[in-house]
């Protein structure tokens, strides 16, 4: 059964560096979302990506976060600074048109 | 306008009994429910879910009630068994977004052998 895959699983950094977390979605969608969920507490909405372009943004995703898609099956989300709030795990999910969204494993974002 | 309520925050049953976890909501564009099951250090993982076209919706031992006037569903789980034990997260969509996600804040669910 296809998966969403997301590399790290764990990636620790230092106040201040950049981190990239990757993501494989499912093969034949189309949108894509990067999600927030610090330990405890719910799931946040960070970005949706459709057709090569932000189609949604929340309040988190601020100037320090961008997004990509590299090339066709690749989906990036990157952190130019990170601070020790941003240590939570990022999923990354994606559907493909409707409505069933499928998440990934999830990369632990640990800031010292 | 945009959150979705969950209660209870926890929930312990013994095995075979009912849990019942609900949700509440003030967006009346939300049109898409779903319920997701995360087990820790994993992803959410989608349980089922429902269109406000529809009261109620089953699979297997799961069911969605879906009270559209009151703005409310809930998630029922018959014949619990110790490995539900997991949190369980109500979501909420609209068709007029991106399709995003928005949470409620989870339900610690323990099946007692």
């Known amino acids: 059964e296809p998966e969403v895959t997301q590399t790290p699983s764990h990636q620790v950094t230092q106040m201040g560096q950049e981190v990239i977390l990757r993501c494989v979605p499912i093969s034949n969608h189309l949108y894509f979302y990067w999600y927030r969920q610090i ?3 719910k799931v946040e909405f960070l970005v949706s990506f459709y057709n090569n372009e932000i189609s949604e943004k929340s309040e988190i995703f601020d100037d320090q976060f961008s997004v990509e898609r590299p090339d066709g099956s690749n989906f990036t989300l990157k952190i130019r600074s990170t601070k020790l709030e941003d240590s939570a795990m990022y999923f990354c999910a994606s559907i493909a048109g409707v409505d ?11 800031v010292t | ?16 009994g009912i849990s019942i976890i609900n949700c509440a909501y003030e967006n009346t564009a939300f049109d898409y429910f779903p319920w997701y099951q995360q087990f820790p250090g994993k992803g959410p993982a989608l349980l089922i879910a429902i269109r406000p076209d529809v009261s109620e919706k089953k699979e297997g031992r799961f069911t969605i009630s879906f009270n559209k006037s009151a703005k409310q569903f809930s998630l029922h789980i018959m014949d619990s068994q110790p490995g539900d034990s997991a949190t369980y997260f109500c979501a ?3 068709s007029g977004s991106a399709r995003q996600l928005t949470f409620g804040s989870g339900t610690q669910l323990t099946v007692l052998p």
């Open chain 2, 1 to 16: 306008q945009q959150q979705v309520k969950q209660s209870p925050q926890s929930l312990i049953v013994q095995k075979g």
């Open chain 2, 92 to 94: 909420a969509t609209s």
């Open chain 1, 100 to 110: 069933e969204q499928y998440f990934g494993p999830g990369t632990r974002l640990t």
């Open chain 1, 39 to 41: 330990l405890g507490q």
